[in-house]
């Protein structure tokens, strides 16, 4: 899950909303969840076999009263029970690997909705400050 991850919080980066990812690199997912406070929102994207890691960031969120919104692929999923909204995906597989195709259309379609709510007016070229991509 970690590419819809990525790909989720480089477009809620283009709002003037505070956006982290916990990413859990070197191991510090505890560290990076801890700043969660309420009145934030955490999304969290687990499928089958539902990483550890996302199940206690999930907790900490939810004990912390931040709001969590799940992207999973089951109602018994154990992501379920702490969240405040929950979204389910089917995706396709071949040789245990997930296309992840739905997921990142789903994720697509919350940032357009969030977008459109925000009034964004996101131009596509803006000035870079002097440096080329």
Do not use: W
């Not at 790909?7 to 505890?30: D, E, N, W």
């Not at 969660?36 to 969290?44: E, H, M, R, S």
């Not at 009263?65 to 597989?93: H, N």
């Amino acid at each position: 899950s970690f590419p819809v991850a990525s790909y989720i919080v480089y477009a809620l980066q283009h709002t003037p909303k505070r956006v982290h990812l916990v990413s859990g690199f070197g191991g510090m997912y505890r560290e990076q969840i801890r700043s969660v406070k309420k009145g934030d929102v955490v999304i969290a994207i687990s499928f089958a076999p539902y990483g550890k890691e996302t199940q206690y960031c999930l907790r900490v969120a939810h004990h912390l009263q931040a709001k969590t919104l799940v992207i999973t692929d089951s109602q018994l999923s154990p992501l379920s029970r702490y969240a405040t909204t929950q979204l389910y995906v089917k995706e396709g597989s071949a040789f245990a690997f997930r296309s992840l195709t739905s997921t990142i259309c789903l994720c697509q379609a919350l940032f357009i909705a969030l977008a459109y709510k925000l009034e964004l007016n996101v131009e596509e070229s803006k000035d870079t400050g002097g440096y080329d991509d």
